[in-house]
């Protein structure tokens, strides 16, 4: 396996709400999992320890999907910031794709489409000289069947109508289980195992309903987000009201999504020429780097607020080139690194 393949500390949150349900208590396995907190990335090969340990003390088919059942967005780091500004569901796969490593990287996340289908394919490396293990095997379809309902947790949980949502088919690599009805009832589709990689298959008309965000976690973010921009606009002492900097705003946010905050991006999005979008800016005595600044150094506090996410998914999040770049930025406006800033707001 993959040694630097990572998850996301995160996920600590799932495993913990399974392991209460269970009323599963060893210290043993708690003390594994201490060092799991959101600012920390587990890696691949000590999740899989723990699946095995677990599997152990729970024995039976289907431990991925029971775990999976406990995923809430918060336990999905910075994906749900993303999902914020996704249009559907199929533009919520295409967010995935591009930052499913701040959550789990280490190995190639793969969107293939045609016509009629969209395919979210997962592939381990190496796995090819353990197929002979039988304890490991089983290890891996344990660890994809949970990514694989992760992943299907969270588009149910973003469907108007909840898991009328349903794949073609799915694809899990890893042992056969003896029970393979607890899959397809869960999955509501009709699933291949002992595959070399790990599938799932949409049609795309059933990608096209769109986002439901009325999650209270969602409509959390939504409210820092909007706290920010009204603090970045108050530092730039200028009013809601001022459409052009709405434009600018609206239009920067999609490029610091789209890892691309520059007043080439901006005017491109507002459909104006470089120059008029300056002198626009200059009409309004406003500066395109203090509004970037501001808007970055706002959400920065706002998104430290957020205990799940780490300093590198923060950093992502605003189009950082590396955490190094957002602690010089942070530190310049500030006068204290991020780390600082973080304790002295949790005391």
Known sequence: MNQKATVNGAIAGMFRDFLAEQNIQNAELFRHMQSWQPDHRVQLTELGFILHYISQLYPGDALGLKIAQHFQPSYS????????HSRDLEQAILHFKKYYALMWDGFAVDIIEDDQTLKVQWNVPQLEAFVNNKVFMNIIRIGYELGISCFMQMLWQLSPDNKTLKPQYIELPGTLPKNVTIYESFFNCEIHFQCKVGAIIFEKNNLKQPINLSHDYFIGLYHRQAEAQLKYMHHLHITPENTVLNKVQKALALGIEQNSPTLDFVAKEMTISKSKLLNLLREQKLNFKSILDSMRLELTKTYMQDEQLSLSDIAS????????????????????TPNQYRKSNHR
């Open 77 to 84: 780091g910075v994906l749900g910031y993303l999902i914020l």
């Open 317 to 336: 999040l605003l189009a950082f080139s590396e955490q190094s770049a957002l602690n010089h930025f942070f530190k310049r406006h500030t006068g204290m």
